[in-house]
């Protein structure tokens, strides 16, 4: 998770993840869109559900990546936003 306040003009955080496989990312979106809906927080937007390189899901605030291995390295958000702030962040 990368802090981009400041940075970014179109959402406060980032999430990047990796999936192993297409089937694991379209769980992924799946699971953050359930947990997100327990908060009472619907997505704004989804693009590439089900696509086997790149799924992104904007929440406003906080936009998740979820991306396959390769994709990930070839679009290298974590360098692209390097002037972010990693947020050490843990489940409660």
């Known amino acids: 998770m990368l802090d981009v306040r400041g940075i970014s003009p179109v959402t406060d955080y980032m999430v990047l993840a990796t999936g192993t496989s297409p089937r694991q990312m379209k769980t992924v979106v799946d699971d ?7 908060q009472g927080l619907t997505p704004f937007s989804r693009s590439g559900y089900g696509s086997e390189q790149w799924t992104l899901i904007d929440f406003v605030d906080v936009i998740v990546h979820i991306f396959r ?24």
Do not use: F, H, S
């Open 32 to 38: 953050v869109e359930e947990l997100a809906a327990g």
């Open 69 to 92: 291995e390769d994709a990930r390295l070839y679009y290298d958000l974590d360098n692209l936003w390097g002037d972010a702030r990693p947020v050490d962040w843990k489940p409660q």
